[in-house]
């Protein structure tokens, strides 16, 4: 055996060791998560509360991911990864959390991998590494499952960064490719990798020497080499332009990107400028983590100055090093770089910087730490090593322990809204959503203070008065609960959340057409929303309107089939209107959904009763028919029946006779006709409603349905056609109108709209 091949296996031994110790102490410091619950920040949109990330892996949840800019970003990759956990584990937070465990400790291996290809350094690569996976500005980036966009976009960064070291090595069509997917995935997961073809230059220069070109250097050969490495990048800029474009779209859409009258650029620079600095001193000494740093609007002249003059020097020293010092060079603009992207020219969100920003930028300062001191230390010291490798292991497991607490600061809502008010002032957001979690304990009393410091903070903020509304009305106090949802909506009218607690507060002092009229309101606003669907229609059905009740729950059933309580209702409804067979599908499906549902069982009974009474009912019937077969009313009657036990076919048939008997037989005409719609069979409703107006011109209900049909069938020029006719013959249900499904796809109609607006 040489000793060239001992070296090399010696090499590999170290190299798997610091692998090993790599995943051991990242391990130790975040497996805690597993015990940590959701937060109300962001999860419940994320996984929690989202219908489509619920449901798992399924088409109609691939095609929103693919669709949606919700949480003001498109990153579907992202998306698809929550269906997967729940998809695999359900809403088991600890499941989703060791997900982003998982992905963190992929995320270090590949840096130390990828850091150790590119400088042959493994032990400087292992410490870069090391500070990476257990650094306590990270922990947000880990700790938080809607950080999920993080963890699994930087994936896709390292493999990008992985590509490109071995397309360096031999470059080719095909590797130059496979850079280029994982770059395009990674911006499917996070926007925020747009700056890696910035990046890449840096390494061109730094590790990989690919450009050494000088001021006083007009080697032709060289230059041209230098150009195609600026000219390989182009497609590559050109994805992060075109990522950029999409990104403010989706977050001006979202009413995440906040105006220049919001916050003025001059202080979005000031911020900016500080925040650069306030992030290094929190990488050396990290203490007093938040979840949200208040943004202060306003800050001292004297620290902006100071920020400016230090970043400028450090920058201009950076630059003057390039030659004997590049990885400090390459360290500081990595750093410098990839913040630009989220230190707050464009501001998104409420606050001054957030700690998951320095996921990726904090590689560049490690880098300037494991490489340069070294250096500080000269060689021929006799103790070199010694002094380099225990401070470094010192620092390692002082982070390791305060990672291990910052982590317990995320186990609930409770812990890491407590902690941000500890450490913040002013924060706003941290006593909203510390009230929202104190709500959930039923502490209600303790939510209201909290809910009152907001608006103490901020006494235009909607969303306070709205909670605070909320807690009050748990405690039974409605008339104060009104006034201050009514105060959210003062300010703001669109707001759809207090549109709809009012509306609840409302329905509980028995006051149906003013709740109805909210909920109508939050329904426009948020028409994916199934609580508003499900509420409305217990309205309309307290109010006696059954037939809207049923429209509602079934649209909040198209929303959410797992909704229990939905269920239970529709099945409610549709036993008041002797549809017992229907019913009794909803109440089983409820109770499947929810064993301990209080209702369903005891309504399943009575829907169960009242198919018996149909069955007796039919026997009667049948037996007058015997007597009476050319009755047009009774096989009317019949047919009744049968529709309301599902038995269609023999509804149809009953529905035929009567007409054969009586052609003008109005009820029979539209029963039949409403079965062709509901199986898709327009042609012939459409000329079963015709029959009817022929009989009865002036009857608006026939013209509404035909404006229906022609809905359904998307031909809206026609619908708004038939349902102008439908108004003109005094059609006045306009809270049907506004909940049909049948009527959805004219609603974007400038009639329509004017229809509405007037009543």
Request: hydrophobic share 45%.
């Amino acid at each position: 055996m040489t000793l060239d091949y001992k070296e090399h296996v010696f090499k590999i031994r170290v190299e798997l060791l610091i692998c090993l110790l790599l995943v051991l102490v990242t391990s130790a410091a975040f497996l805690q998560l597993k015990y940590n619950d959701f937060i109300n920040y962001d999860d419940g949109a994320y996984v929690s509360e989202n219908r489509y990330v619920k449901a798992g892996l399924t088409s109609a949840g691939m095609k929103w991911a693919f669709t949606a800019t919700r949480a003001g970003n498109w990153h579907p990759l992202t998306w698809l990864s929550h269906m997967l956990d729940c998809e695999l584990y359900g809403l088991d937070a600890g499941a989703h959390h060791l997900t982003n465990l998982f992905f963190h400790i992929a995320n270090t291996l590949l840096l130390f991998w990828i850091l150790r290809t590119m400088t042959a350094a493994p032990w400087q690569s292992g410490f870069v590494a090391a500070l990476f996976a257990i650094h306590p500005m990270h922990v947000e980036s880990v700790a938080w499952i809607s950080e999920r966009k993080d963890v699994l976009s930087t994936f896709f960064w390292m493999l990008a960064l992985w590509a490109y070291v071995r397309y360096t090595k031999q470059p080719g069509t095909v590797r130059y490719l496979v850079v280029i997917l994982l770059f395009i995935l990674g911006l499917m997961a996070k926007p925020m990798l747009v700056t890696l073809p910035f990046v890449l230059l840096l390494l061109d220069y730094w590790p990989f020497g690919r450009f050494q070109i000088t001021a006083c250097e007009y080697d032709f050969r060289k230059s041209r080499i230098s150009f195609s490495i600026f000219l390989e990048k182009i497609p590559l800029l050109l994805l992060s332009i075109a990522s950029s474009i999409v990104t403010l779209v989706a977050q001006k859409r979202g009413g995440a990107l906040r105006s220049l009258e919001a916050l003025a650029l001059n202080d979005r620079i000031a911020n900016a400028l500080v925040s650069y600095i306030r992030y290094i001193g929190k990488m050396i000494w990290p203490v007093d983590l938040a979840v949200l740093y208040p943004h202060p609007h306003r800050i001292p002249g004297w620290q902006v100055t100071a920020a400016f003059l230090l970043l400028l020097s450090i920058s201009y020293l950076a630059v003057k090093a390039r030659h004997r010092y590049p990885y400090f060079t390459v360290g500081w603009l990595w750093y410098m770089g990839t913040l630009i992207p989220v230190i707050g020219i464009v501001q998104v969100g409420s606050q001054a910087m957030a700690d998951r920003y320095t996921y990726i930028p904090f590689i560049g300062i490690f880098i300037i730490l494991a490489w340069g001191v070294p250096e500080l230390i000269e060689e021929k010291w006799r103790f070199r090593k010694r002094l380099i490798a225990l401070p470094a292991a010192g620092i390692i497991l002082i982070l390791t322990a305060l990672t291990v607490r910052q982590v317990g600061y995320w186990e609930s809502s409770i812990t890491l809204f407590t902690r941000a008010l500890k450490v913040t002032s002013d924060n706003y957001t941290a006593h909203n959503n510390l009230g929202i979690a104190l709500m959930d304990q039923g502490r209600f009393s303790e939510a209201i203070h909290h809910y009152n410091e907001v608006i103490r903070i901020k006494p235009k903020y909607k969303k306070a008065y709205n909670n605070l509304g909320a807690a009050l009305a748990r405690q039974g106090k409605l008339d104060e609960a009104i006034k201050n949802y009514l105060a959210a909506l003062q300010i703001n009218p669109n707001y759809s959340g207090a549109h709809y607690n009012l509306a609840n507060a409302l329905l509980k002092q028995g006051r149906l057409d003013e709740a109805i009229e909210h909920y109508s309101q939050a329904y426009r606003l948020d028409p994916s929303d199934p609580d508003i669907c499900n509420n409305l229609g217990i309205a309309f059905y307290r109010k006696g309107q059954i037939q809207e009740a049923i429209f509602l729950f079934a649209k909040a059933l198209q929303l959410d089939g797992h909704f229990a309580y939905a269920h239970n209702n529709l099945g409610v409804a549709l036993t008041q209107q002797g549809r017992a067979a229907e019913a009794i599908v909803h109440f089983k499906m409820a109770l499947y959904l929810d064993s301990d549902h209080p209702s369903a069982g005891s309504n399943m009974e009575k829907a169960h009763a009242q198919l018996d009474k149909i069955a007796a009912e039919i026997a009667t019937l049948k037996q007058a028919l015997d007597a009476k077969p050319l009755d047009a009313g009774l096989h009317y009657k019949l047919g009744n029946l049968y529709q309301r036990s599902r038995n269609l076919t023999l509804a149809k048939d009953h529905y035929q006779r009567a007409l054969s008997i009586q052609p003008d037989h109005v009820p029979a005409l539209d029963a039949l006709a409403t079965i062709f719609a509901m199986q898709g069979e327009y042609g012939k409703a459409f000329f079963l409603f015709r029959q009817i107006i022929s009989v009865q011109p002036d009857n608006p209900d026939s013209y509404y349905k035909i404006a229906g049909l022609f809905s359904r069938q998307n031909k809206v020029a026609e619908s708004t056609m038939w349902l102008k006719r439908a108004v003109d013959r005094g059609f006045d249900n306009f809270n049907l109108l506004k909940i049909d499904n049948n009527m959805e796809n004219i609603r974007n109609t400038p009639y329509y709209k004017t229809l509405v607006k007037g009543k």
